[in-house]
């Protein structure tokens, strides 16, 4: 009788091993999910790092743009000077301050007048006579050595008028120079500044031998001064009288004589002085010869200056000439 073949019992092994493999995959997923947990963690942590100092550089080039704003190198002067007149107590001028307006006169006589404020000065415009009454302005010593700015020479009507107003035609073989008041030289620290000194309403008849000689000696010994000094106020402008010459189709008047003062100082101490030309053709002639008192500008014009000072310092100022304050 043939023996039965016994089958050998099953044992757990092959389990075992199917065990074994799935645990091994569970390993694996999970190996790779903490891998990918912590490379997500990394990428967050360099993005917060790059957006921290993006965030700081960005800070930093809004602080400099700030500042620089903020300077009048960069045509921002009239918020520079209110904040000069806000702390009275820090000097810039030897010791010293000009605050902001100090430069305007006031007319002591019945004129017509539109005040203009302009980014490099002020003008007093007269409708009636299609010429200012004054311009006035400050050139400080960063101003008057600026290159910022090229001359323009391009005459245009001064849009803030109300009135009457010269025009290039008038001038047209006239035999007078479209003298500039506040001189174009004097606004290169600013291309708006520059612009706005070619207004009409900046400009005057003046024969070409006061216009390219003497009066433009004086503009050339301001800037000297004002590098010299740290800051000027200089107010110019014509003699208006009676009966005056008429130019052009818009009638513009034109001055016998023209003025201008200029205040600085000179230590802890205010200090003036005064020119009157007669609207001709000079030759080679001293700016000495046609030195005053403001006082006397004053009388000849019916305009008061740096009228802001306390009567006792605008007084002594303008009544003389301090010869050891101004070098020629």
Same mark, same amino acid.
């Given at each position: 009788?043939?023996?039965?073949?016994i089958k050998? %019992?099953?044992?757990?092994?092959?389990?075992?091993?199917?065990g074994?493999f799935?645990?091994?995959?569970?390993?694996?997923?999970?190996?790779?999910? =903490?891998?990918?947990i912590?490379?997500i963690?990394v990428?967050?942590?360099v993005?917060?790092?790059?957006?921290?100092q993006?965030?700081?550089?960005?800070e930093?080039k809004?602080l400099?743009?700030r500042?620089?704003?903020q300077s009048?190198?960069?045509?921002?002067?009239e918020?520079f000077?209110?904040?000069?007149?806000r702390?009275?107590?820090?000097?810039?001028v030897s010791?010293q301050?000009?605050?902001?307006?100090?430069?305007?006169?006031k007319?002591?006589?019945?004129?017509?007048?539109?005040?203009?404020?302009?980014e490099?000065y002020t =003008?007093?415009?007269?409708?009636?006579y299609?010429?200012?009454n004054?311009v006035?302005?400050?050139?400080?010593?960063k101003e008057?050595?600026s290159?910022k700015a090229?001359?323009?020479?391009?005459?245009?009507?001064?849009p803030?008028?109300?009135?009457a107003?010269?025009?290039?035609g008038?001038?047209h073989?006239s035999?007078?120079?479209?003298?500039?008041?506040?001189p174009?030289a004097?606004?290169?620290?600013?291309? %708006?500044a520059m612009?706005?000194s070619f207004?009409?309403?900046?400009i005057?008849?003046?024969k070409?031998?006061?216009?390219?000689?003497?009066?433009?000696?004086?503009?050339?010994d301001?800037r000297?001064?004002?590098k010299e000094?740290?800051a000027?106020?200089?107010?110019?402008?014509?003699?208006?009288?009676?009966n005056?010459?008429?130019?052009g189709?818009?009638?513009?008047?034109v001055p016998?004589?023209?003025?201008?003062?200029?205040c600085?100082?000179a230590?802890?101490?205010?200090t003036?002085?005064g020119?009157?030309f007669e609207?001709r053709?000079?030759?080679d002639?001293?700016?000495?010869?046609f030195?005053?008192p403001?006082?006397?500008?004053?009388?000849?014009?019916?305009i008061?200056?740096?009228p802001?000072?306390?009567?006792s310092?605008?007084?002594?100022?303008?009544?003389s000439v301090?010869?050891?304050?101004?070098?020629?």
């Amino acid at each position: 009788m043939a023996k039965k073949k016994i089958k050998p %019992k099953r044992t757990g092994r092959k389990k075992k091993k199917q065990g074994g493999f799935f645990s091994s995959m569970t390993r694996t997923f999970w190996h790779l999910l =903490v891998g990918v947990i912590f490379l997500i963690l990394v990428v967050e942590g360099v993005i917060y790092v790059h957006d921290y100092q993006s965030s700081n550089n960005k800070e930093k080039k809004t602080l400099v743009i700030r500042q620089k704003t903020q300077s009048p190198e960069t045509g921002k002067r009239e918020e520079f000077r209110k904040e000069l007149s806000r702390q009275d107590e820090k000097y810039r001028v030897s010791g010293q301050s000009f605050k902001a307006g100090d430069e305007i006169p006031k007319l002591k006589v019945k004129r017509k007048e539109q005040v203009i404020r302009h980014e490099g000065y002020t =003008v007093s415009y007269n409708s009636d006579y299609r010429i200012a009454n004054w311009v006035a302005y400050e050139l400080t010593d960063k101003e008057a050595v600026s290159k910022k700015a090229e001359r323009s020479n391009k005459f245009v009507a001064d849009p803030e008028v109300k009135g009457a107003m010269a025009t290039n035609g008038d001038y047209h073989r006239s035999g007078y120079d479209r003298g500039h008041l506040a001189p174009a030289a004097d606004m290169k620290w600013s291309v %708006k500044a520059m612009r706005e000194s070619f207004y009409m309403s900046n400009i005057c008849p003046q024969k070409p031998g006061l216009n390219r000689g003497i009066w433009n000696q004086l503009e050339e010994d301001c800037r000297m001064w004002a590098k010299e000094n740290g800051a000027l106020m200089i107010v110019a402008g014509p003699v208006i009288s009676a009966n005056m010459e008429r130019l052009g189709e818009n009638r513009v008047a034109v001055p016998e004589k023209f003025y201008k003062v200029i205040c600085r100082y000179a230590g802890d101490t205010p200090t003036a002085i005064g020119f009157v030309f007669e609207n001709r053709n000079y030759s080679d002639e001293s700016l000495l010869n046609f030195a005053v008192p403001v006082d006397e500008v004053e009388t000849v014009t019916g305009i008061d200056f740096f009228p802001s000072f306390p009567d006792s310092i605008e007084n002594r100022m303008e009544s003389s000439v301090d010869w050891t304050s101004w070098s020629f």
